[in-house]
């Protein structure tokens, strides 16, 4: 509950500085270099939803999830200006409401390296609830080669490995810096995460 409060207050706040207002940069550099050809999407941690109306224009069929139901109402409104249908959920990834069947592309902006610190065990189980063989993930977290606060919480390259690596194998593992906010003038070192699901798992 203290976490829903948190963010709440924070949409509330509009205390948001993770939110450019811009789809990802790295998540349309990976669409475009890995070929990911539209299919059933889920956004984790979707905020605002911008990245979420984002792959729905390029014929994407979304599902976004967010702990805030206040940054699920933005995510409605901005989905509904740009003509685009995405189900949206307000709802928390370690305790996940039923979405369908599993997903075949998977997007995390930020959302593994907050929950990973509450508990990962129960974050990794979502993750093998909601996808299913063969489905790629990109997810981008903090580096912990440049720590900062603050900025987003960072990881390790070693407990990356080891955490996602229970669920994916690794495609690459790849530096790139969080896209600038208006809010916050600097672009965070981060990791961009390129995943896939093995067949038999």
Same mark, same amino acid.
């Given at each position: ?70 940054? #699920?109402?933005?995510? /409605?409104?901005?989905?509904?200006? *740009? ?7 307000? !709802?928390? @990834? %370690? ?22 610190? #509450?508990?990962?065990? /129960?974050?990794?189980?979502?993750? *093998? ?7 790629? !993930?990109? @997810? %981008? ?61």
């Amino acid at each position: 509950m203290a976490e829903l409060e948190h963010w709440e207050e924070r949409y509330r706040k509009g205390e948001t500085p993770w939110d450019t207002g811009h789809p990802s940069t790295e998540l349309q550099r990976v669409v475009r270099e890995e070929g990911v050809k539209p299919c059933r999407a889920i956004e984790l941690g979707c905020g605002s939803g911008t990245n979420a109306v984002w792959l729905a224009q390029q014929g994407f069929d979304v599902t976004a999830v967010d702990l805030s139901s206040l940054a #699920i109402g933005q995510a /409605r409104a901005r989905a509904a200006q *740009a003509g685009v249908s995405v189900h949206f959920v307000a !709802g928390d @990834l %370690l305790d996940p409401p039923e979405l369908r069947d599993p997903f075949d592309f998977l997007f995390d902006r930020g959302c593994y390296h907050v929950v990973r610190r #509450i508990d990962v065990q /129960r974050f990794l189980q979502t993750l *093998a609830k909601i996808t299913q063989p063969g489905t790629r !993930g990109l @997810l %981008l977290t903090g580096n912990a080669k440049e720590p900062h606060d603050p900025g987003p919480p960072v990881v390790q390259e070693t407990e990356l490995r080891a955490e996602l690596g229970r669920i994916f194998n690794i495609v690459w593992l790849r530096e790139f810096r969080f896209d600038q906010s208006d809010q916050i003038g600097v672009r965070f070192l981060g990791w961009s995460c390129f995943a896939e699901r093995p067949n038999g798992s």
